[in-house]
């Protein structure tokens, strides 16, 4: 039954991106899809590339840029990425994992050790290397997004070491290694959908959860969860994908601008990213809410079962980040 619905939703999505982009429906449009809102740093590094694109193929090649989630969750875009009906797509690495293993190392508590260290790795040797693996499941890598770190707020108190976060129910994303990340602090992992996170900490179903600073304050979290912790436990990069069937009939020439289009448009949303990074802190502070940076050794220190548990899988990728400098 999930087939057959997976079936029709895969049809119809493909009727609709024909209908919408109708007469121009022989590929010199790229259809570009991200489920973030308009005016995200992501989307307009969508934007971006789709400027640039336009301008020097001279209008021959389009970019249509289909934002908020019109063409699925993640999961699903990424999968009509393979099948070349998205050309474009820009997802969290987090997901990526599902489709090339290595992805997942990304997803680790305190992976990086800094903004400076993950760009280190996401630029250089690294990050081309797990990017070019994806071309093994049909997808080729066109750039690497800014998504910030992660950190935990709750209502209840400051979280100053790992012992502070005992006793707190703290919503987490239905991933299995944040799910271990915090119960192995000794919080209560809740995996919860992600608009219901607002009601339930306000009701006392949960005490907080933990996000970067924009979605902080964007989803109003920052209103009944006064006490935000700087622990930037992970930092989950987005990366920017282009269907491998379509990326193969395109002529070389398209393919540089569009290769050159997405690089800049790397350093764009880098630079959008740490504006909104900046204005989301100034509303937290702005409102009288509770900010600490606690010393992250104690918490690294704390996650060490995590990696122990992912060393058979990861354990020559991780040393190879750590060593990064």
């Known amino acids: 039954m999930k087939f057959i619905e997976a079936t029709i939703y895969v049809l119809l999505l493909a009727l609709a991106v024909s209908f919408s982009l109708a007469p121009q429906v022989d590929k010199r449009v790229l259809i570009a899809s991200d489920d973030h809102n308009a005016e995200y740093p992501t989307t307009k590094g969508l934007y971006k590339i789709k400027e640039i ?6 209008g021959a090649l389009k970019v249509v840029v289909r934002h ?5 969750s993640e999961k699903e875009t990424i999968e009509l990425t393979q099948m070349g009906i998205i050309d474009i797509n820009r997802v969290s690495c987090s997901p990526m994992a599902s489709f090339s293993p290595n992805m997942g190392v990304f997803s680790l508590p305190y992976i990086f050790r800094d903004s400076g260290h993950e760009w280190k790795v996401l630029d250089g040797a690294i990050g081309r290397e797990l990017g070019r693996e994806l071309e093994r499941v049909g997808m080729v890598t066109l750039a690497y997004y800014d998504s910030g770190a992660r950190s935990f707020y709750n209502k209840r108190r400051p979280i100053n ?5 005992e006793g707190l129910k703290i919503r987490v994303q239905k991933n299995p ?6 119960n192995g602090l000794g919080a209560s992992a809740t995996p919860m959908a992600f608009e219901e996170v607002y009601s339930a900490i306000q009701t006392g179903v949960i005490d907080g959860a933990e996000n970067n600073p924009p979605s902080y304050v964007t989803t109003g979290h920052y209103e009944v969860a006064k006490y935000y912790s700087l622990d930037e436990h992970t930092r989950i ?5 282009f269907s491998k069937k379509v990326w193969d009939r395109l002529p070389e ?3 540089e601008i569009v290769a050159r289009a997405a690089r800049v448009s790397q350093d764009y949303q880098i630079e959008l990213w740490k504006a909104k990074e900046e204005a989301g802190m100034k509303a937290v502070r702005e409102a009288g809410n509770k900010v600490n940076v606690p010393d992250k050794q104690p918490f690294i220190d704390a996650v060490q079962p995590i990696y ?5 899988d990861l354990g020559g990728l991780i040393k190879r980040i750590q060593a990064v400098k």
């Open 237 to 241: 990069p987005e990366i920017v994908l």
């Open 253 to 255: 020439s398209e393919r």
């Open 177 to 182: 290694v944040m799910i271990d990340l915090v």
């Open 308 to 312: 122990d548990k992912y060393a058979a």
């Open 68 to 72: 908020s989630a019109q063409l699925g």
């Open 53 to 58: 694109v336009e301008r020097e193929t001279g």
């Open 161 to 165: 070491k790992p012992s502070d976060l």
